[in-house]
Structure formats: structure tokens, C-alpha cells
């Protein structure tokens, strides 16, 4: 699936097994570099989610160039009765123009459109918290560490 937002902004929605070899590479190369490199935080991003049945990745592009990436997980992958959004990246050269507030809003409506009965759960890194807060998520557990770095669990309740 295919949408588009001004200025040339691209956006794939797709299971994994739709991507293509280039877009498997950007994605994960983007994850690394903001996830591992640039946080320093060396994790297992290779988790098999990715390939779940049922997962949907978002890729954005600009021309060509991916900037932006997220994963919708069904419920159950990483919440047990509730979708989830995870992997969120912004490459740096993109920040600060809205463009994560536009990934945000189409992996929401990705998962709406995939589990609508159900609330969306993030694991979200304590220093976005308020941004998370913006689009409507609300924090539903204390702070913790994983993988050296503070987070919250934050809920969006379905839509009635």
C-alpha cells in the first residue's frame, strides 16, 4: 500500500515478505544507525517480529531515500491483548520537519485498519515520552531500563 503526504513524501506500507531486498537493507541499516550507532546501545534488533505473519512495516521515503521507518506488531507479538508500534527512526538529516508526527499518524492508522477492536501499546524511550503524550498516548507502567536506555509503556485506547 502506497500513500503520500506533500512534499514528495512517500509512504510503503507493507508485510515483510512484500519488501524488497533494498528496502529490507534501508530499513535495517536505519535502525542501526539510529538505535545502535547514534544511541550506543547495542541490542538484538533481530528479533523475528519482523516476520511475523501479520506485521506491517512502514517505510518513508523522500525521492528515493528512505527517512523514516516503524513496525505494527499484532496483538499478542509484544503486548499481549493489544497492537503495538515499535521501531520508530527518523534519520537525523530529516528531524525536526513533522515527519515523525506523520509516521506516527500512518502506523496508527495502520494498525486501526489491521486490529480496530483493539488499543495500540508502545515501549516508549522516557525522553519522547511527551511526544508520545501529543498524539495521545497515555503512560500505563513505571519507568524501566531496557537495553541501558529508560522507557515507558504507553497505551492509545481504540476508538469507540
Not at 535495517?28 to 544511541?39: A, G, I, P, T
Not at 537525523?92 to 486490529?115: D, E, F, K, P, Y
Request: proline letters at 6%.
Amino acid at each position: 500500500m502506497y500513500s503520500s503526504m506533500p512534499d514528495t513524501i512517500e509512504f510503503v506500507i507493507t508485510p515483510f515478505t512484500d519488501l524488497t531486498n533494498v528496502q529490507v537493507y534501508g530499513m535495517l541499516k536505519l535502525r542501526s544507525d539510529v538505535f545502535v550507532v547514534e544511541q550506543a546501545c547495542v541490542y538484538p534488533d533481530l528479533d523475528n517480529k519482523d516476520l511475523h505473519t501479520d506485521s506491517q512495516h512502514i517505510l518513508c521515503f523522500k525521492d528515493e531515500m528512505l527517512l523514516g521507518y516503524a513496525r505494527c506488531l499484532p496483538p499478542g507479538v509484544s503486548f499481549p491483548n493489544a497492537a503495538s508500534i515499535g521501531r520508530v527512526a527518523v534519520c537525523a538529516s530529516a528531524r525536526g520537519q513533522g515527519l515523525a508526527s506523520a509516521l506516527m499518524q500512518q502506523a496508527i492508522a495502520t494498525c486501526r485498519s489491521h486490529w480496530p477492536e483493539k488499543d495500540i501499546e508502545i515501549g516508549a524511550q522516557t525522553y519522547l515520552q511527551d511526544f508520545y503524550a501529543r498524539i495521545g498516548f497515555v503512560p500505563i507502567s513505571p519507568e524501566y531500563d531496557e537495553d541501558g536506555i529508560m522507557h515507558v509503556d504507553m497505551r492509545l485506547d481504540k476508538q469507540p
